[in-house]
């Protein structure tokens, strides 16, 4: 997978702390316009965050860190730490060489202890239908998680990253979309997996439900500053967290400064989760650019494996002679 180390300048990760509701300073500030009328949210910009999706449970019900908690989380975060310190599977990677490392690209932080918003800060409880129904995909995978490449996960084989959404979520790098604004049309590219998605401006209707999408199927509006975006028709392969098919995403942007997007969703799926649940995280401005993911290209792990995979079989094959 490619990273965004190999730029020509190393970009010093910028601070913008910020805490919803809006900060009094933005209250007064008036987003740029589009010929259209509508705030401007045009250019590249990041979702890189330090922020964890789910809050930690020792921190119970507290949202918002302290401005001085916050200041600290921020020093630990654009402070490298040495390779050896690393736990897991990162303990191999140079972060600094790969592009990892957030002191080499923008961050744009919040005082938020969690995206989830709420008392909770966390994903609910599956419920028993879709415990069952993963459950019963696991087993029937099992054994066969190399039988070729089809039986591999959709971000393994270059078809779609997950966190590129909706919701769109932190990828942990290539974290960089670019927003194009049109009276009809607003299109989000994504760097990581380079997937673009369309938003139809027009009012049309949802596409019949026999339609579904990778990224399921957009429809786009205005309240007020606000652009709302309501997705539906995803596939069932789409497995955001255990949903599939069924899931249903409302995003909102709001641009709150020069340099900041207001990102909020809620995601509902009765036949995953036992109540829909929202999150916010803020999108920093960038200068950019957006940088090719060539991923096909450069899958030699899928190949590695299913080699792998193959070896292991012909040596058991000998072995039973």
């Known amino acids: 997978m490619k990273a965004r180390s190999l ?8 601070v913008v702390l910020v805490a919803w509701p809006v900060l009094a300073s933005a209250q007064a500030w008036k987003a740029p316009r589009t010929p259209d009328g509508h705030p401007d949210m045009q250019g590249v910009w990041t979702n890189a965050s330090i922020t964890p999706l789910e809050r930690p449970r020792e921190l119970g019900a507290k949202e918002l860190y302290t401005e001085e908690e916050a200041a600290e989380n921020h020093k630990k975060a654009l402070t490298p730490a040495d390779t050896a310190q690393r736990g897991g599977t990162e303990a191999h990677y140079e972060f600094t060489q790969f592009g990892l490392d ?5 961050v744009a932080f919040s005082r938020r202890t969690s995206m989830i918003v709420g008392p909770e800060g966390r994903v609910p409880p599956l419920t028993p239908e879709a415990q069952k ?16 490449p089809e039986s591999r996960g959709i971000q393994e084989r270059c078809l779609v990253w997950g966190t590129e959404g909706p919701p769109m979520l932190p990828p942990g790098y290539n974290s960089y979309l670019q927003i194009v604004q049109t009276p009809a049309h607003v ?20 596409a019949p439900q026999s339609v579904r999408g990778w990224l399921g199927d957009s429809r786009g509006r205005w309240e007020g500053d606000t652009l709302v975006v309501d997705t539906t028709n995803f596939t069932d392969k789409t497995n955001f967290r255990g949903s599939r098919e069924n899931l249903h995403v409302v995003e909102r942007f709001t641009r709150v400064d020069e340099n900041t997007i207001r990102y909020e969703f809620t995601v509902d799926d009765p036949t995953t989760w036992t109540k829909p649940w929202s999150g916010e995280l803020p999108l920093a401005k960038d200068q950019g650019p957006i940088y090719e993911f060539a991923c096909h290209e450069a899958n030699y ?3 590695n494996n299913l080699k792998g995979a193959r070896s292991i079989e012909n040596n058991e094959k000998k072995e039973q002679k």
Do not use: W, Y
């Not at 730029?7 to 910028?14: F, G, M």
């Not at 989000?188 to 027009?202: C, G, T």
């Open 133 to 148: 129904r993963n459950a019963d995909a696991a087993a029937n995978r099992r054994g066969h998680e190399f039988d070729g």
């Open 301 to 303: 792990g899928m190949v």
């Open 187 to 206: 299109m989000i590219l994504q760097e990581m997996n380079h997937d673009a998605r369309v938003i139809l401006m027009d009012g049309r209707p949802h």
């Open 102 to 106: 957030r002191t080499q690209f923008q």
């Open 7 to 14: 730029k020509s300048e190393v970009c010093v990760a910028a």
